[in-house]
Antibody
Framework: EVQLVESGGGLVQPGGSLRLSCAAS????????MNWVRQAPGKGLEWVSY????????YYADSVKGRFTISRDNAKNSLYLQMNSLRAEDTAVYYC????????????WGQGTMVTVSS | AIRMTQSPSSFSASTGDRVTITCRAS??????LAWYQQKPGKAPKLLIY???TLQSGVPSRFSGSGSGTDFTLTISCLQSEDFATYYC?????????FGQGTKLEIK
């Protein structure tokens, strides 16, 4: 079964750090570009970051640029999001999403992990 | 960044109805548009990509059309399981952007 499972969310104080992980299974992870998408409570979807299959190309939303770092380990079938200098407005459910290789739409999503930034 | 605007933001309908949701891009995106369905507490699910191509396993009552700046998602005969929030997304350029969502509720 094709699956993405996020972990690493939790409660963190403003200015703190957190590292999210996304474990992939059921497909050749190294062949796919990946994304992080977040959703604040009661709000819509916001794209956060993109990484190509070989990690050669990376993009960030302006709202997280300079604070978040996306990475992957194809040997471990894992995607990561290092989040530093966290702010209250980063509070959200964070989803990892696979980018369909032909269309670039997000065809597989994880169940999400909740990040709460609060003192 | 390309702004995606959906209308309406919310909508009440009955099972069996035909409903249409509109998505407008602030600049031309060719057919680089996807539609997602999200139910409460769940991850989004891809319904349509390339503006009109149905994702595998998605019922044929869902259809999409449009190109350039104006797009529509149509559900031909609403079923109870279709009451959810729908998002459009452009993947023409970075940053990827989503519409604000259309919440489809039972009348």
């Amino acid at each position: 079964e094709v699956q993405l499972v996020e972990s690493g969310g939790g409660l963190v104080q403003p200015g703190g750090s957190l590292r999210l992980s996304c474990a992939a299974s059921g497909f050749t992870f190294s062949s796919y570009s990946m994304n992080w998408v977040r959703q604040a409570p009661g709000k819509g979807l916001e794209w956060v970051s993109y990484i190509s299959s070989s990690s050669s190309t990376i993009y960030y939303a302006d709202s997280v640029k300079g604070r978040f770092t996306i990475s992957r380990d194809n040997a471990k079938n894992s995607l990561y999001l290092q989040m530093n200098s966290l702010r209250a407005e980063d509070t959200a459910v964070y989803y990892c999403a696979r980018e369909e290789w032909m269309s670039s739409a997000f065809d597989i999503w994880g169940q999400g992990t909740m990040v709460t930034v609060s003192s | 960044a390309i702004r995606m605007t959906q209308s309406p933001s919310s909508f009440s309908a009955s099972t069996g109805d035909r409903v249409t949701i509109t998505c407008r891009a602030s600049q031309g995106i060719s057919s680089y548009l996807a539609w997602y369905q999200q139910k409460p507490g769940k991850a989004p699910k891809l319904l349509i990509y390339a503006a009109s191509t149905l994702q595998s396993g998605v019922p044929s009552r869902f259809s999409g059309s449009g190109s350039g700046t104006d797009f529509t998602l149509t559900i031909s005969c609403l079923q109870s399981e279709d009451f959810a929030t729908y998002y459009c997304q452009q993947y023409y350029s970075y940053p990827r952007t989503f519409g604000q969502g259309t919440k489809l509720e039972i009348k």
